[in-house]
């Protein structure tokens, strides 16, 4: 994948901002489910009163969290690129290290929901033409697929917030090189005054 994403241009806002609607939605999912998991498992054992019925419950979880990054996925790469090259600009900190730990569980994750992906397609290409959408020979094996891409999108719900961070970061810096920058150039502009004059 080619990488043309510039920190801070219209294109990364609005990425970032798809972002933010993942990890508001993916909250309210993962609350959902933690709510049916409670009300519908045995308190001591936890577990599920009615397996049919909670595995279903659990893949509408799952089909539902890879909906809703949807619009994340296709820029996901170059979203985690932008934030490494941002990293990369500040000084070494205890807390952009912990930042480039989290950027790179991003990486990770986001390679592994490729290679899901990746895997899905091979499969459906070799299902049988009576397997559409709505039958079991299609279906199961979907599921099967959500359910391997859920753990890493939550990856991505648990540590998505790092990339407003390490931009926030990024752009702090940024205004203060530009400001340390601006108060330093009329004293050489004044040194070479001097220096003219000496001549």
Avoid: C
Wanted: avoid cysteine.
């Amino acid at each position: 994948m080619t990488i043309s994403l510039d920190p801070g241009s219209a294109s990364h806002r609005l990425y970032l901002s798809q972002l933010a609607v993942y990890l508001r939605h993916s909250r309210q999912i993962l609350a959902a489910w933690n709510l049916y998991s409670d009300r519908h498992s045995d308190p001591e054992t936890f577990q599920p009163h009615d397996e049919d019925a909670y595995g279903r419950r659990q893949q509408k979880r799952d089909a539902d969290t890879l909906s809703a990054f949807g619009r994340v996925y296709y820029h996901a790469d170059e979203l985690v690129d932008v934030a490494e090259r941002q990293l990369a600009l500040l000084s070494p900190s205890d807390r952009t290290r912990r930042y480039a730990w989290q950027v790179r569980e991003l990486r990770d994750a986001t390679q592994r929901l490729h290679a899901v992906h990746d895997d899905w397609r091979a499969v459906r290409a070799a299902l049988p033409e009576s397997a559409r959408p709505g039958t079991k020979a299609y279906e199961e094996p979907l599921a099967e697929s959500y359910a391997e891409a859920w753990s890493y999108l939550d990856q991505w719900a648990i540590h998505g917030q790092v990339l407003f961070a390490v931009n926030a970061l990024a752009q702090r810096h940024s205004t203060a090189s530009a400001r340390t920058l601006s108060t330093s150039a009329p004293v050489h502009t004044a040194t070479a005054t001097l220096s003219m004059g000496r001549r």
